[in-house]
């Protein structure tokens, strides 16, 4: 089975800096998908970034960014020039690239952001 | 609709009590998750359906747990004589089996849950 793991409970970045949250994965599927999904507090999880297995280069969106090595199952998100409506509940997901399976979510690193 | 709706989105019930929590996915998904997550934790899986069908429900944690979706679109979970350790937030989330982007494919969209709270 598939697990998804995030080192970091929790994590905190000045405003205006950047900040890398780490996540690893465990699979031996060569194909999937990668997700990073935010919950803000008391609010609805969305996503923010996903990124393909089969494609090398890293997916970005706006201020949002990932470094994707496969080889390592390792799947990192960099948040440049941080906003305070960046606090929030990060979660790592996968699924695999076979439809009509479930995303499995990592347990979450809770980022600041210090004004 | 234009999201996810989940209803109600607290309940506070007591040890033993049956409890019905509903999921109305994005008009058009034809996938449908329903999560479990306890406070400071990530989402747990717990059922999936495809279309009227579940696909996997394996994340069901014992017989006491059931969930529908009877004409394909809204989803049911049913919580039998629950318990203590039931307590959480029930997240449902729907995707669509199209399009390649932050809504498309394999992409979740999550409803704002379900705080349960057993006595």
């Known amino acids: 089975a598939q697990t998804v793991t995030q080192s970091q409970p929790e994590m905190s970045v000045q405003e205006a800096e950047t900040v890398t949250l780490s996540c690893t994965y465990d699979?031996?599927?060569?194909?999937?998908?990668l997700f990073w999904y935010k919950q803000p507090p008391s609010r609805q999880m969305i996503l923010v970034i996903r990124?393909?297995?089969?494609?090398?280069q890293n997916a970005t969106e706006n201020r949002f960014s990932v470094n994707f090595q496969k080889a390592a199952k390792s799947f990192s998100l960099k948040i440049s020039d941080s906003q305070l409506g960046d606090a929030a509940m990060y979660f790592c997901?996968?699924?695999?690239?076979?439809?009509?399976?479930?995303?499995?979510f990592g347990p979450g690193t809770r980022l600041s952001v210090l004004p | 609709g234009a999201g996810v709706s989940q209803t109600p989105s607290n309940k506070v019930t007591e040890k033993g009590k049956y409890v019905e929590l509903r999921c109305d996915p994005i008009?058009?998904?034809?996938?449908l998750y329903w999560y479990r997550q306890s406070l400071g934790q990530g989402p747990e899986f717990l059922i999936y359906?495809?279309?009227?069908?579940?696909?996997?429900d394996s994340g069901l944690p014992n017989d006491r747990f059931f969930a529908v979706r009877p004409e394909g679109s809204v989803s049911t979970l049913k919580i039998q004589r629950t318990e203590r350790g039931d307590s959480a937030m029930y997240l449902c989330?729907?995707?669509?089996?199209?399009?390649?982007?932050?809504?498309?494919?394999?992409?979740?969209?999550f409803g704002a849950g379900s705080r349960l709270t057993v006595l």
């Open positions: 008009s058009g998904h034809t996938a």
């Open positions: 997901a996968y699924r695999t690239y076979n439809y009509g399976q479930n995303f499995v």
């Open positions: 699979t031996s599927e060569s194909d999937y998908y």
């Open positions: 990124q393909e297995a089969y494609k090398q």
């Open positions: 989330a729907s995707s669509t089996l199209t399009g390649d982007s932050l809504t498309g494919a394999n992409v979740l969209t």
């Open positions: 359906f495809q279309g009227t069908g579940a696909a996997d």
